[in-house]
């Protein structure tokens, strides 16, 4: 039997039919299509959005498909990647753009996506697959080759691409494109092109096609030597950490971490994407590792003799660029569900789903009675003890009436929220502070996007976390700078009437990037907002800029903060209305000091703990870029390399 609909009917219909499950939960896949309609799109996946959406809620209840509009294409992307994060990847939403620039707009969210492992599908317009007039109109010609559009430019950064030029060849493509979505190793971005004519083109499908579908998440299980090997290894060590990465997260690995740290005593310390996957208060806990790690876990991590790395892909962040395991003879395990990441600092490799390894090997390693020595586990958490009087000591804020600086800000967000708040950042020195200091209380509540650390993206994933997670208080923080970069989508909250709660710190510039430019003898160029000078120097007035008012104008609640005391009624206020509130907080300004030698006695957070490497000019005349290669050549000298 077959059903006459048009190619976009079809994927529509498709795509409400298509289910996960995972540990006996069933969940639907695409749980709404965000859309911006041109005439690439709004007669073909624009018709069959209308003919078969429906009332129900953005959370995808029911078997038809609910519409989301956006405002601008890179964000939908990031409320999708949002969504996705917080829902486990279980479930995702889909993207519509017309061609041309719509399509392309789509890459840098796409690129986020896939860095981070994280579903979502994009189903740009395209141009006509028939060329009855050639060039349409946003197309780019090519004259090399009559087969390539701007979509082709979502190849790179996309875990599956295919171009949909005949109806028919749609149902290997939606198959393909489902299977990577759901496959808890090749996901992340997946692109199906979409020719305008095509879109609208009939054909008679088969029910087969359109029938509901479940794609179980597979859990696969370690290989039992490469298990022993890893036992062994742990085993033989006397100083191990355990470094927890996003893949703890994406497969609901916590409470497996959790047991595996209790029975072995061997410490946890956690990646950007890891952090939260063990609570700030276990006593296996050591926090952030890194660059914008903490002392203790960075100590632990430069005395260790074995690492054991559990989902992490081992960025430079983490690694402290190279430098941050001097001892050639440290070896590493690394438990992964991909190969890719297994292998990496010439690990033993212990190909596995997160939850799984982490279970086999606690077993293993239970039957031989393991655990690490009283000693050392005595000494971590007697230093981890003393960093949390360092955290204490960057949150207070004991004058009520002065400004408050950016970790004061964290402290009085430390001492409001709960279990159930979510706080998503992704740019600036807030991911940094966040690392170091902030107290996760529950998996989901730490959401920091540092894989592609992008600028925008807060806002619009905090639209995403707030439909999959309805009832839970959502903060999005961001800088002005980031603000600037992305805040259409408030009138999406305002429009859908979600709750999220957006902070602006404001410091009139690129801080963190300044702080950095200050710190390699960039001399801070071109980072802050100011009038330039009679010199044309950025070094005038600060620009009469009113983020507040922007947001009001975009139709949010604005409470401004310019005090200590504000700020904590303000944040208050904000966590318990009903609708998007953005709190406005005027940051006092923090005084310079060298990279790394802030003293602990100023207020703000501590100094980085681990190196990471951003090259110096070679050569230079001005004194600040020369001091500043001196130190680059010293500090480059420590890294050690592995194969």
């Given amino acids: 039997m077959t059903v006459r609909l048009t190619t976009a009917q079809a994927l529509i219909t498709f795509l409400a039919r298509q289910y996960t499950e995972r540990d006996g939960e069933r969940r639907r896949l695409i749980g709404a299509t965000w859309g911006i309609f041109g005439h690439g799109n709004v007669a073909g996946i624009g018709q069959a959005l209308l003919e078969y959406g429906g009332s129900e809620d953005a959370r995808g209840s029911g078997s038809r498909m609910p519409f989301l509009q956006g405002r601008n294409e890179q964000a939908m992307v990031h409320a999708a990647v949002g969504y996705a994060r917080q829902s486990g990847r279980l479930s995702a939403h889909a993207v519509t753009t017309s061609i041309g620039p719509g399509a392309t707009n789509l890459v840098t969210g796409a690129a986020l996506a896939t860095v981070n492992h994280l579903p979502v599908l994009l189903l740009p317009g395209d141009t006509f697959a028939t060329r009855p007039a050639d060039p349409v109109l946003q197309q780019l010609e090519v004259p090399y080759a009559g087969d390539v559009s701007v979509n082709d430019c979502l190849r790179p950064v996309s875990r599956y691409f295919d171009r949909i030029t005949r109806p028919e060849a749609l149902i290997p493509a939606a ?11 090749s996901t992340g971005a997946v692109t199906l092109a979409l020719p305008q004519d095509v879109q609208a083109e009939a054909y008679d499908w088969p029910e087969e096609f359109l029938a509901e579908r479940v794609w179980h998440v597979r859990r696969p299980a370690p290989d039992p030597d490469e298990l022993d090997r890893a036992v062994t290894a742990v085993r033989a060590a006397r100083r191990p950490l355990l470094v927890a ?8 690995a916590e409470e497996a971490l959790a047991a595996f740290a209790e029975a072995t005593g061997i410490p946890v310390a956690t990646t950007q994407a890891g952090k939260g996957t063990l609570r700030h208060d276990h006593p296996s806990d050591v926090g952030g590792i890194g660059h914008t790690g903490t002392a203790t876990a960075d100590e632990l991590a430069r005395e260790a003799d074995l690492v054991i790395g559990v989902g992490t892909r081992w960025t430079d962040f983490s690694t402290a660029s190279a430098t941050l395991f001097p001892d050639p003879a440290t070896r590493f395990v690394n438990l992964n569900v991909t190969g890719f990441d297994a292998h990496k600092q010439a690990a033993l490799p212990l190909v596995a789903d997160a939850r799984t390894g982490l279970e086999a090997l606690a077993a293993a390693l239970g039957a031989h009675g393991h655990r690490v020595d009283p000693g050392y586990q005595r000494a971590y958490t007697g230093a981890k003890a003393r960093w949390e009087a360092r955290v204490d000591a960057a949150f207070a804020a004991p004058d ?8 004061q800000v964290l ?3 430390d001492a409001l929220v709960t279990e159930d708040d979510v706080l998503i950042n992704a740019a600036g020195s807030l991911p940094g502070d966040l690392h170091q200091l902030w107290r996760a209380r529950s998996p989901r509540q730490y959401h920091v996007e540092y894989g592609y650390s992008c600028m925008g993206y807060e806002i619009p994933a905090a639209i995403g976390v707030q439909l999959a997670a309805p009832g839970r208080p959502v903060w999005a923080l961001v800088g002005d700078g980031t603000y600037l970069m992305n805040p259409t989508e408030i009138v999406t909250a305002v429009q859908e009437r979600l709750p999220v709660k ?11 990037i300044g702080g950095l430019s200050a710190a390699v003898g960039g001399e801070r160029f071109g980072t802050d907002y100011h009038h330039r000078d009679p010199d044309g120097a950025f070094t005038g007035d600060p620009l009469p800029l009113d983020l507040a008012a922007n947001a009001a104008s975009l139709g949010m609640r604005a409470l401004r903060a310019r005090t200590v005391a504000e700020l904590r009624a303000a944040l208050a206020e904000a966590r318990a209305a009903d609708h998007p509130v953005c709190v406005h907080v005027a940051l006092a300004p923090m005084p310079a000091h060298p990279a790394g030698q ?11 703990q681990a190196w990471w490497d951003v090259p110096v000019a070679e050569t230079a005349t001005r004194p600040a870029a020369v001091e500043a290669r001196e130190v680059y050549d010293r500090r480059r000298a420590t890294r050690h390399r592995r194969l």
């Fill in 175 to 185: 198959l393909q494109a489902v299977r990577t979505l759901t496959d808890p190793v």
């Fill in 411 to 413: 402290g009085l967000l």
């Fill in 502 to 512: 957006l902070v602006v710190l404001d410091n009139h510039g690129y801080a963190s």
């Fill in 400 to 407: 009520p009436g002065a400004a408050p600086t950016q970790t």
């Fill in 245 to 252: 990465g996003g893949g703890v997260r994406h497969s609901a």
């Fill in 598 to 608: 802030k003293p602990d006695s100023v207020p703000g957070p501590p100094p980085a």
